[in-house]
């Protein structure tokens, strides 16, 4: 059974979907063009960049990397994208 989406995951969700297609338009590469580059599926991209899906890590590992991120630099624009109080557990 899949978790529910709370209110909390989708700001995640979302903030990884502006990062992502942010960070993949200063390349100037089509998601179809960066995912065939990386060997990544250009729907997993287009999933990613429309916060319809919660990636899984190895799935994220490499968007950075496509990127030309370090999965840690991933996950800290991600944190600069919540509010600084932000917080997954209360």
Known sequence: ???QLTKKH??????LANV???KRELTAKSQRLTADEYGLHSS??????SAKNEP????????????DLKLSE??????QELPEDF???D
Do not use: C, D, P, Y
Not at 44 to 49: A, G, H, M, P, Y
Not at 57 to 67: I, M
Not at 74 to 79: G, M, N, Q, S, T
């Open 10 to 15: 989708i700001k995640i969700l979302n903030a």
């Open 74 to 79: 991933l996950f800290a624009l991600i944190e």
């Open 44 to 49: 997993l991209l287009s999933r990613i960049e």
């Open 56 to 67: 899984k890590l190895f799935s994220l590992w490499g968007v950075a990397e496509a990127l």
């Open 20 to 22: 992502v297609n942010r």
């Open 1 to 3: 059974m899949q978790q």
């Open 87 to 89: 917080r997954l557990l």
